[in-house]
């Protein structure tokens, strides 16, 4: 628990390394400049508890304070003053307080905020522009105004229909103006006006009609120059662009925010991909990286997929134990195979044939399903003109759709472990399964028979056939690259793949020389077949990398990982 949590300073325009800052413990919370980037504002986690000031020119610490009293809850966020260098507030559980910075005696100075008896945990804080005051949104839903001048609390808003899941994000474009952003997705804009009652004003913030609701929490609202477009991201991993005069948006971007378990190309195609993850399959477009189509499934998580080589159904196993294939052009679904495994469906392969499918379970069996297409009559053309051909879109001025006939042919019980991956040969007679109980069996897709088993001391991730399937190669939790010969099972090499983690995804070439593996070390490593010999590696990845694949025309390589990221690495 007592590791440093760095502040690393970049430069936009070089993209280069400025400065490392390294005082905070464990996490870093919130950071914040000054107006004229002078100074950096940082502030710890629960486990650092410390606010500390620190001088982007000279590159080192000037001073640093406790966040918050002993008795007072966690500091959850920092905001610099929009035109005094030397002021700042921060803000958490049951605690706002605005600071001074003492430059000649290098110390900060805190002034608590009267509240009154009111208990608020503080989620975000805006300034106004003039840096009268400031806004705190709250996980109760409401808004606080405090004069930064008195430190007094000046209003609640809103009094009733209090905003869902917390206020999360605030931003100031005039000192009358008001952008917030809510837990419940919505977007919206406030206006702060002043009623005279005798000698007093009194503020008051009155929601408008400029209101809309983005998918997820809201992270973050930030303005594009004065205001006029505005971009807002959520914590499902989406980027909007939003125009202020008539509160229109559009999705820029986005990706996944949960783990990506398995990544696919159609065949032949290195323009596509698809991707599954928690409650989603998605397809991107390799040269733009926009996402082209989405597939929902709430609170299922799929394991893996695959695109059937004639490209007309993805299919996916989910851990609700189903198989589940659609229509790669609109999503809708195509047919689902229910109870296809105990444990959820962990692996999955079809044949060049696209009528058959092979899948892995995490109780260890391995299943072989047969698909069959049963085509509806056409119906008799109308005024003379025969029926636009429409199968996939559901046209209902079209030919119908076709329907689909799931048939178990075989399931074969050898491993006693979840079967992790399995790869079919070119010919679709025999396929071979890895599987976390330390083996790897060959099977006979005619008679359904054991060929060949291979055994190791490691909980097989992967498994690839070499393009002339003489050999196969492994990896796993070893940490070990195992080649083995599919006649007799034996070890033929074994190569030390990973210093510090096991290998959780590889690819081969299509002509076998190279080949590309990946895991819980982050590096994505590009091996000579015959030499053995690691020729590239690529940095990047944050966190572990879970699957990547090869493109078919071997220009690119996609890898996936654990934080939901998908990096595209050009194939020396």
Known sequence: MGYKASIIVWKYETREQYAIFSLHKVKVQSLSFSPN????????GQDDGSIVIWSVKK????????????SAGVTLTVSYSNCDEESFCTAGENTIRIWKLDLPNRKIRPVDCAVGQIKRTILCVALY???????????????????????????????KDKYSLGVTSITTMQDSVILIGTGDGVVQELNLTYKKEGIRCFPSLTKTKKLKKVLGSVSSITLRGDGHQFFVTTDKCHLYR?????????????????????IRFPKGCSELFATCSYQDVRVFNTTTQQELLRINIPNMTCYCLDLLADGTAI????????????????????FTIQNAHKKGVTALCSTSTCNRLISGGGEGQVRVWDITEVRPPPPPPRYGRP?????????????????FVTKLVEAMHEHTNAVSCIQISRDDLSCVSASADSTCIIWCLETFHRKQIIFSNTLFRCICYHPNECQVITSGTDRKIGYWEVYDGSLIRQLDGSRSGSINGMDITQDGNTFVTGGDDKLVKIWKYNEGE???VGLGHTSSITRLRIAPDQRHVITVSEDGAIYIWNMP
């Open 129 to 159: 522009p003039s840096d009268e005051g400031f806004f705190c949104g709250t996980s109760t839903g409401d808004i606080l105004a405090i004069s930064m001048k008195t430190g007094l609390l000046q209003l609640i808003a809103p009094e």
């Open 315 to 334: 299919v996916s196993g989910w851990d609700d134990s189903k198989i589940r294939a659609f229509y790669p052009e609109t999503g809708r679904l195509m």
């Open 387 to 403: 029926l636009r051909r429409n199968t996939c879109s559901g046209d209902d001025k079209g030919i119908p759709e076709s329907s």
């Open 59 to 70: 590159k080192e610490a000037i001073c640093g304070s406790p966040a918050q009293h002993q």
């Open 534 to 536: 690691v020729t590239h």
């Open 242 to 262: 939003f125009n202020y005069s008539d509160f229109s948006h559009e999705l820029i971007n986005t990706c996944h925010y949960a783990a990506v378990n398995d």
């Open 37 to 44: 980037s002078v100074y950096l504002a940082s502030l710890g």
